[in-house]
């Protein structure tokens, strides 16, 4: 091998690492659209599931089954929101702002934009 070869497969300082990923071929996508968070001292546990209501009667509420439970250390979990923030930022600047208040985005409801 030549010093030319081996020179280009050294990484360079300072440059970001990309860690490979294996992804299995039976990997099943979820869809949530409920995320609960809770946690103890040592990791953080983050509940998914599915809410089929979620504009529905405040007095006969439906229960959300929870389909899905990360459990992580705070460090993954930095890395994560870290993570999560940069995206969702990136989707404003492009998409404009996500508005998370429900009452704001129904149309034609009492206490959405008409």
């Given amino acids: 091998m030549s010093t030319e070869s081996a020179a280009e497969n050294r ?20 869809y949530t659209n409920f995320a609960r968070v809770t946690g103890s001292p040592e990791e953080l546990i983050l509940d998914f599931g599915l809410n089929t ?21 705070y460090y993954t979990a930095m890395r ?11 989707h404003e600047t492009n998409f404009g702002k996500i508005e998370v208040d429900i009452a704001k985005r129904l149309v034609g409801q ?4 008409r």
């Fill in 11 to 30: 990484p360079v300082p300072g440059a970001a690492v990309v860690q490979p990923t294996i992804e299995p071929s039976d990997l099943e996508p979820i």
């Fill in 53 to 73: 209501a979620p504009v529905g009667d405040p007095s006969n509420p439906v229960p959300v089954k929870i389909d899905q439970r990360l459990v992580m250390n």
């Fill in 80 to 90: 994560l929101w870290y993570t999560l923030g940069q995206s969702l930022k990136r």
């Fill in 110 to 113: 009492q206490g959405g934009p």
